[in-house]
DNA sequence: CAGCGTCTTCATGATTTCCTAATCTTGGAG
DNA sequence: CTCCAAGATTAGGAAATCATGAAGACGCTG
């Protein structure tokens, strides 16, 4: 999952990317409203956390923007006041999620999970398919009952092919939701990730397995070939 | 919009109750976390208000009856405990959203109207011409059920005439959409992609088929050979 | 700072897909 | 009925796509 964090306070920015990162998200930041909004508007991100207090544009015109300009985001929203008024404000602006500084690391962790199990319209944070489970929750993943030893990056890429099983995800996609900032316009990083990933969930004709549409992208399924 | 509320306090409930009907809601309201989950399960409501502390059975355990049996519901938790743990527990049970109690009424509006909205991003990604279906998201297409073995570009060619069914398209128009590169001006390329997927997708006089409409181009539909 | 595990890139080989172009087939006008 | 042009079909080699192994780069931990 790709993040984009727009925070002022560069200490904070720093520690919160690090913690991120950490918990295994690919993470982008901004130090201002103009530099944040640039980026989510060029990027793919699935969460969008906002500070309210900002340089150059601040964060609910930043999320006004985005919202104008309909981009389908999840907003979390930080904010030093808590006053019933700014939140109601907050959330009318278009915010999907609202956190009051200071907070607990784990609760911005909570949130963030939430968000992104939102995005892609689940409910649980332990995803299922076939007998593989992945606990997006607890970073760890199963098959048959049995615990997989993935690497982060491995679990990235696994956790966003069960968000969308059954749908076809291209390289450009995979790339933009695990990978943060740019790297070398022609690499296969992805290809050989999901060489590496194969290897360990295993996987034949008939069990889950990862598919390859040539042409298309990868997409992970429980079901047969045919219709999902 | 339904909502359901599922809350202890009977002077809450009707005071709720009442509000969030002025407010243009259609209500139904339980006292206990067993009558709630039924009413859940046994009815369609767009958000589920629900409170943690209940008898028989508590919000949280309510919460994870619903998403266990998969049921696509917007829930708002309501609690009087405000602690970090309280929020995470909540938010990894698969809560949508949280309040703490005591809150502003308008607040839980702004809450319930955001998850209201929240209802967008199901498109429909299937396509039917007759026996045949198109799933865009898989990327696979199939007739009468048995999956068929689609190269991209057949995929890309049925796909754009499937979403234009019962209309002529032209070779140009054809080459427009699927090829991105300009090619040789004299090219049969799409006369041989036509060929073969015809070949796979096979078809006869009155079963779905591509129609060549002579001097014009191709047309996909699953009608009689009469004018369409 | 050395060692370990992880990540990325590069190179190779296997496979599939695609285009071109040459050859048939068919519809319909004269 | 005959002929012509639009369309259908076929096939082989060029090009793109993908899987995988190995080597170097990087960062973290002890």
Redesign the interface.
Known sequence: MRLLLIEDSSRMRRGLEGSLRKSGYAVDSAGDGEEGLWLAETNDYDVVILDIMLPKLDGVSVLQQLRKKGR?LHVLLLTAKDT?QD??NG??AGA??YLVKPF?L??LL??I??LC??AY?R???VITVGDLTIDT?AKSAGRSGKPLDLTPHEFALLEYMARRQ???VSRTEIEAHIYDDARSPISNVVDAAVCNLRKKIGGTAVTPLIRT????GY?L?AG?????
């Not at 549409?213 to 298309?216: D, N």
Request: charged fraction near 45%.
């Open positions: 389908d019933v939140r109601v959330l009318r999907d999620d607990a784990e609760e909570a949130r999970e939430a199990r939102r319209g409910k649980d944070a929750a059954g749908v076809v549409r040539r042409g298309f997409m399924t047969r070939p045919g219709q999902p």
